[in-house]
């Protein structure tokens, strides 16, 4: 995102809060798509995390511009899941989008926290990069067994011992 | 933990079992001692991850050993909670120690997953080595807040712009 070079920083905001939005839809549908319990529980963790940011990026905005009336930038950092195609995405495809966009999310703050000449937010968006990485790392496991075993995610039950049964030697 | 080299399948697998109910009970310990809602979720998330480790641990050791008492062993791969002096540990401390329990357990889940011979144990064994070096980089990112504002787990409510207000430029 080379456009984000010159956002003030309440444009920056902006862009997080957008952001943090987004994730937040993206980690709902991808819990609707899921039927593993533990699975849709690490799903609406992170999707509460999201929310978490979304207000603590809020608070900070209150606090740098409180006369000024937040307004949402029309360009989020990915793809809106309304486009065109984004209904047909399979759960492996959801969970690169997610990945994808921690670490669009992770690369955003981390870059902003660099230009933040204010110690709060620079503290703020550099935890917030970091959190997102640690989301990133988080998903990347699960895609692991996501994209080798359908019954991981659509089994109410998973054993990965019947399953390598009829895989393994 | 060059001790573990040479473990049999069965040893592993009650090392293993035993380390995540370790795992559990601190973050218990650790939730207990932290008054931030948001932090209290991540922790009782993490318990809940070690927690379903372990029944698939269990599982995985009923399906290959389902002749053969679950013994747990006597030395865990941390020093206990009870342990002395551990009644004392401050909530960074408590944080260093979870980190160090994930960092072990992980590179003991790895080490394993690379001398296993079952295809099924191998997976199980790799997945939760990335599952615990997810944990490792969450509790680092929550470690930076944690270490430099006591209020952050201390306070109900946490705004780092109250915070910084006393300490930056």
Redesign the interface.
């Known amino acids: 995102m080379d456009e984000s070079q010159g956002l003030t920083a309440l444009e920056v905001l902006g862009v997080a809060i957008l952001s943090e939005i987004e994730a937040a839809a993206l980690y709902r549908r991808l819990a609707q798509n899921v039927h593993n319990a ?1 699975l849709v ?2 799903l609406s ?1 992170l999707r ?2 999201e929310v ?1 940011h979304e207000s ?1 990026l809020r ?2 905005y209150a ?2 511009f409180p006369d000024v009336e937040l307004k949402l930038p029309s360009r989020p950092l990915m793809p809106p899941l309304d486009a065109p195609g984004a209904s047909t995405l399979s759960v492996p495809d959801l969970f690169q989008l997610a990945m994808r966009a921690e670490q669009l999310s992770s690369d955003f703050y981390s870059r902003e926290a660099a230009r933040s000449s204010d ?2 937010g620079r ?2 968006l ?2 917030l990069s ?2 997102e ?2 989301h990133y ?2 998903l ?2 699960e895609y ?2 996501v994209s080798r075993f359908p019954n991981y995610y659509n089994a109410d039950e998973f ?3 019947d ?3 009829h ?3």
């Open positions: 533990t529980a690490k963790f509460e995390e978490k603590m608070d900070m606090r740098r110690e709060a503290t703020l550099r935890y970091n959190v990485r640690s790392h988080l990347e496991t692991d067994l054993h990965l011992g399953e390598l049964m895989v393994g030697p």
